[in-house]
């Protein structure tokens, strides 16, 4: 079966040589015929240093790992976004890539959530161009709850009290958008957070032909996708021709991240194709996950794998 990961990351400042060369090999490991480089990562504190240069890596990354690989660009701050997103798209990307907006941690620093007005031109342009846009938004629930969040999620900051938005404002965020750009090509990066809301996941892809679900782990997605895995199967029947895979593997690809990855490919082989109950673990998450496999048919899951992504592409 033909696999693409479709959602990875430049972290780490690597000559592109190197960064391939560890995405080949996870690529080797896990099967996937090639990448899709999202230019901007969580990461971005030093924003004026490398991270400035976020779009020239991702196209360095894209022509490295060659013929089947594919990069979406990243919009900087500023209010030409439109025609930014236009260069990118005349420089070779394949596509666009949102997180500033929808990634509340960004908030204190980038108060404009994707309804603002700054956004407006950008998403015109993008619905009437056909432009793939994936798009970062939200986090999940426990995020506004300290006693819940993850160590990971701690660590990294991603814990929010009263001075942020609200998850539930994030949520109206996003369905505003849609409601305003009701035909725009854009996947809503895992899962848009909607595993906690599975029937609101039906109800968006029933309404906008255009939305694609990014299936990348948070690996809280499938434990949630588990609690209701009658509904999740259905969706995947339904949807699966609009879901497309991805692992936010980083291009420094050593040690626990390495581990994390191998973690997420064993739960989400398991989630989609495997039977029964099962818990994963391994050193980069002690605690273990526990997933339900769906059995989805092979034709879905050739679908998810890979030819989704090429139709959201405009490519099949
Ligand atoms: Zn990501």
Same mark, same amino acid.
Request: with cysteine; aromatic share 16%.
């Given at each position: 079966m033909k696999k693409i990961d479709f959602h990875i990351h430049i972290e780490a400042d690597l000559p592109a040589a190197e960064s391939a060369a560890y995405l080949k090999d996870m690529c080797c490991r896990h099967g996937y015929s090639g990448i899709n480089v999202l @230019?901007?990562?969580? +990461? !971005? !504190?030093?924003y004026d240093g490398y991270h400035a240069h976020y779009n020239e890596a991702a196209l360095a990354l894209k022509k490295e790992m060659g013929e089947g690989s594919f990069a979406f660009g990243c919009l900087h701050y500023g209010e030409d976004y439109a025609e930014q997103a236009s260069a990118c798209m005349a420089a070779g990307f394949d596509g666009i890539k949102l997180l500033r907006g929808g990634k509340p941690n960004y908030y204190k620093a980038y108060p404009h959530?994707?309804?603002? *007005?700054?956004y407006a031109e950008f998403f015109a342009l993008a619905e009437e161009r056909y432009i793939p846009i994936i798009m970062h938004n939200n986090d999940p629930a426990y995020g506004w709850d300290l006693a819940k969040a993850t160590p990971r999620a701690i660590q990294n900051g991603w814990v929010y009290d009263e001075t942020y938005p609200t998850h539930q404002r994030y949520f109206e965020a996003a369905e505003n958008v849609l409601r305003r750009y009701p035909r725009l090509k854009i996947a809503l990066a895992h899962m848009g957070f909607y595993s906690e809301n599975i029937e609101k996941a039906f109800e968006l892809m029933e309404s906008y032909p255009g939305l694609y679900m990014?299936?990348? *782990? !948070?690996l809280n997605i499938y434990e949630e996708l588990s609690q209701v895995p009658e509904r999740a199967r259905a969706f995947f029947l339904q949807y699966g021709d609009r879901c497309f895979f991805g692992t936010? !593997? @980083? +291009?420094?690809?050593?040690?626990e991240a390495r581990a994390y990855n191998d973690l997420k490919n064993a739960v989400t082989d398991h989630f989609f194709a495997g039977e029964g109950y099962r818990e994963f673990s391994n050193e980069s998450r002690p605690k273990p996950v526990g997933v339900t496999g769906l059995q989805l048919p092979q034709v879905v899951l050739e679908q998810l794998y890979y030819h989704n992504a090429m139709r959201f592409l405009g490519r099949a």
């Amino acid at each position: 079966m033909k696999k693409i990961d479709f959602h990875i990351h430049i972290e780490a400042d690597l000559p592109a040589a190197e960064s391939a060369a560890y995405l080949k090999d996870m690529c080797c490991r896990h099967g996937y015929s090639g990448i899709n480089v999202l @230019s901007y990562c969580y +990461n !971005a !504190a030093d924003y004026d240093g490398y991270h400035a240069h976020y779009n020239e890596a991702a196209l360095a990354l894209k022509k490295e790992m060659g013929e089947g690989s594919f990069a979406f660009g990243c919009l900087h701050y500023g209010e030409d976004y439109a025609e930014q997103a236009s260069a990118c798209m005349a420089a070779g990307f394949d596509g666009i890539k949102l997180l500033r907006g929808g990634k509340p941690n960004y908030y204190k620093a980038y108060p404009h959530l994707y309804d603002d *007005p700054l956004y407006a031109e950008f998403f015109a342009l993008a619905e009437e161009r056909y432009i793939p846009i994936i798009m970062h938004n939200n986090d999940p629930a426990y995020g506004w709850d300290l006693a819940k969040a993850t160590p990971r999620a701690i660590q990294n900051g991603w814990v929010y009290d009263e001075t942020y938005p609200t998850h539930q404002r994030y949520f109206e965020a996003a369905e505003n958008v849609l409601r305003r750009y009701p035909r725009l090509k854009i996947a809503l990066a895992h899962m848009g957070f909607y595993s906690e809301n599975i029937e609101k996941a039906f109800e968006l892809m029933e309404s906008y032909p255009g939305l694609y679900m990014d299936m990348t *782990p !948070a690996l809280n997605i499938y434990e949630e996708l588990s609690q209701v895995p009658e509904r999740a199967r259905a969706f995947f029947l339904q949807y699966g021709d609009r879901c497309f895979f991805g692992t936010d !593997a @980083s +291009n420094l690809l050593v040690g626990e991240a390495r581990a994390y990855n191998d973690l997420k490919n064993a739960v989400t082989d398991h989630f989609f194709a495997g039977e029964g109950y099962r818990e994963f673990s391994n050193e980069s998450r002690p605690k273990p996950v526990g997933v339900t496999g769906l059995q989805l048919p092979q034709v879905v899951l050739e679908q998810l794998y890979y030819h989704n992504a090429m139709r959201f592409l405009g490519r099949a």
